[in-house]
């Protein structure tokens, strides 16, 4: 079993099962999930920060919802997705794990989508080239004293190697990624941290104005 998956509390051998053949059958289709790495440590964080509510953009086949659920008994997570086919997906292994209690899944286009809830963490998993878009349409649902997590700002690498790069449509991504970490590591209203692992992870906590 991954690392991943045996950090997680009161996993019976069928749960686990699950888990392990929705990231089996993920990896194999490729589609795009985030590194043992990078999600060790989120289950950790949300564990450790007791959050309580999450917003995720890109669902994708449901893996990241389900590990962060069974993390954290206490959190519900609120996660988007506009593929039609991964989102019949994630709902289905959503429904095989017991959780569709605790994760809405809903499939939107996160660049229209609008909610009036307020969340403690968002977490940014979508389109790299939209995150400036999807920080500002969504920084007005995060509680005072939340956190965005954004996953792959490393970009394999290449963020700090752009020489490496072939391609014009791959360096113009890579730039806009680049800004956007570098807006977010100089917005005054966070405190940033960008952790080398996975492929990359910001962690941005929104200060609460009496500090």
């Known amino acids: 079993m991954a690392l991943s998956i045996r950090l997680l509390y009161n996993l019976n051998k069928m749960c686990e099962e699950i888990i ?41 086949v449901g893996y990241s919802s389900i590990m962060m659920a069974h993390s954290n008994p206490q959190l519900r997570i609120m996660t988007l997705e506009q593929d039609e086919e991964r989102y019949a997906e994630a709902v289905y292994n959503i429904k095989r794990c017991h959780l569709e209690n605790r994760i809405n899944a809903i499939c939107t286009n996160a660049r229209e989508y609008d909610t009036d809830e307020m969340f403690d963490v968002i977490f940014l998993d979508g389109p790299k080239s939209h995150n400036q878009q999807l920080f500002e349409r969504y920084e007005k649902n995060l509680n005072p004293g939340g956190y965005f997590i954004i996953d ?60």
């Open 20 to 60: 392990w053949e929705i990231k089996q059958k993920a990896l194999d289709d490729r589609v795009p999930i985030m590194e043992d790495e990078g999600m060790v440590f989120l289950c950790r964080f949300l564990q450790e920060k007791n959050i309580g509510s999450l917003l995720e953009v890109g669902t994708a």
């Open 152 to 211: 792959d700002v490393w970009f394999h690498g290449f963020i700090d190697n752009p020489e490496l790069l072939h391609g014009k449509r791959l360096k113009k991504l890579v730039s806009k990624l680049k800004r956007f970490t570098d807006n977010m590591m100089n917005n005054t209203d966070y405190e940033c941290t960008y952790l080398k692992i996975g492929d990359g992870v910001l962690v941005a906590r929104r200060r609460d104005t009496n500090e």
